[in-house]
């Protein structure tokens, strides 16, 4: 093979790892750092934990 066409391989062997680097990082920051609001602070469960007992 020709030096050049070894070279736009391995170019673009780099670039799909890095596509795949950056996807991976990106669904795991995603999935455990930047999280939605949290299923126990809403709804009736905080609402039962405002009021005051029933005598």
Do not use: H, W
Not at 1 to 27: D, F, P, Q, R
């Amino acid at each position: 093979m020709k030096t050049k066409t070894k070279l736009m391989i391995a170019a673009g062997a780099a670039a799909g790892a890095a596509a795949s680097y950056y996807g991976v990082c990106e669904l795991a920051y995603n999935r455990f750092i930047r999280r939605g609001p949290k299923f126990f602070a809403m709804g009736p469960q905080e609402d039962a934990l405002t009021e005051e007992p029933r005598a």
